[in-house]
T-cell receptor, first 111, second 116 residues
Framework: QKEVEQDPGPLSVPEGAIVSLNCTYS??????FMWYRQYSRKGPELLMY????GNKEDGRFTAQVDKSSKYISLFIRDSQPSDSATYLC???????????FGQGTELSVKP | GAVVSQHPSWVICKSGTSVKIECRSL??????MFWYRQFPKQSLMLMAT?????????EQGVEKDKFLINHASLTLSTLTVTSAHPEDSSFYIC????????????FGPGTRLTVT
């Protein structure tokens, strides 16, 4: 079993839709949770990070962490075609530790 | 801020030759740099972690004699793929963490290696 599971998609939504992206994990030691966006043939770009359980909002993006369920989510409101990319969740146990990535979900937002 | 560059962005080499990829942190000092490999439609696989002035720590299954990593300064790390073979063709991405920072890693744009 992988430490981090993420549905690879692809996920296709119309412009303006609310997008929900999710990851589950098995190791309760993870404390820091991140979402990266990766455009085709580019390196990942850090979107949001959260420490422990809770919500964090940044513009159209909201990250949620539920440590009791070992489940994290990223919501994108009013999705735009420019949001079309692969979204990778990642998590880390502690400062300076190794990032563990999910497989990535390919998102396509249709105009 | 926190920009990481890689050079070259794309390289083609012949089987049996070696190729060097550079990773630079442009506007910050990076005590730790990471090298990842990514196959199409797959996630990033950590190859090794390098700290400035120290030997790199390789992940299980990664051949340290084939993938030579040097982290000579706080802004530069290099990955040399020695005696490259077609199966080494992949997308190689580096990342750097800010000295004294917690957990953020900033990624370079990646280098696409094609071995013919």
């Amino acid at each position: 079993q992988k430490e981090v599971e993420q549905d690879p998609g692809p996920l296709s939504v119309p412009e303006g839709a609310i997008v929900s992206l999710n990851c589950t994990y098995s190791n309760s030691a993870f404390q820091y949770f991140m979402w990266y966006r990766q455009y085709s043939r580019k390196g990942p770009e850090l979107l949001m990070y959260t420490y422990s359980s809770g919500n964090k909002e940044d513009g159209r993006f909201t990250a949620q962490v539920d440590k009791s369920s070992k489940y994290i989510s990223l919501f994108i409101r009013d999705s735009q075609p420019s949001d079309s990319a692969t979204y990778l969740c990642a998590m880390i146990r502690n400062q300076g530790g190794k990032l563990i990535f999910g497989q990535g979900t390919e998102l396509s937002v249709k105009p | 801020g926190a920009v990481v560059s890689q050079h070259p962005s794309w390289v083609i080499c012949k089987s049996g030759t070696s190729v060097k990829i550079e990773c630079r942190s442009l506007d910050f000092q990076a005590t730790t740099m990471f090298w990842y490999r990514q196959f199409p439609k797959q996630s990033l696989m950590l190859m090794a972690t390098s700290n400035e002035g120290s030997k790199a720590t390789y992940e299980q299954g990664v051949e340290k004699d084939k993938f030579l990593i040097n982290h000579a300064s706080l802004t530069l790390s290099t990955l040399t793929v020695t005696s490259a073979h077609p199966e080494d063709s992949s997308f190689y991405i580096c990342s750097a963490s800010v000295a004294g920072g917690l957990y953020e890693q900033y990624f370079g744009p990646g280098t696409r290696l094609t071995v013919t």
